[in-house]
Nanobody, 115 residues
């Protein structure tokens, strides 16, 4: 089973930036499709961004180009650079992996955007 560990969350003012990191266990990371999801209080978990093992990236339409997902297969990590943060970005952000249909979640990291 793949172990995922997120880091980088915290409190930031509107307009600020954060970079989330997700470290993954295992020797086949380069073959995983990786994603970031988020769940705000009282709302369903939603896809934020994904990066396939091929490098193909996708983003939620609502982000308006503010977030960037990337990966480093040499250190088994995926990142989410978040810029121009808004209060509505406040949520727990989860890392997700998919390896041939085997899916795993991290524990999540809290992001709070508030003045």
């Amino acid at each position: 089973q793949v172990q995922l560990a997120e880091s980088g969350g915290g409190l930031v003012q509107p307009g600020g930036s954060l970079r989330l990191s997700c470290s993954a266990s295992g020797s086949s990371f380069r073959r995983y499709d990786m994603s970031w999801y988020r769940q705000a209080p009282g709302k369903q978990r939603e896809l934020v961004a994904s990066i396939e093992r091929t490098g193909t990236v996708k983003y939620a339409d609502s982000l308006e180009g503010r977030f960037t997902i990337s990966r480093d297969n040499y250190v088994n990590a995926v990142y989410l650079q978040m810029n121009s943060l808004k209060p509505e970005d406040t949520a727990v952000y989860y890392c997700h992996s998919d390896f041939g249909g085997f899916k795993n979640w991290g524990q999540g990291t809290q992001v709070t955007v508030s003045s």
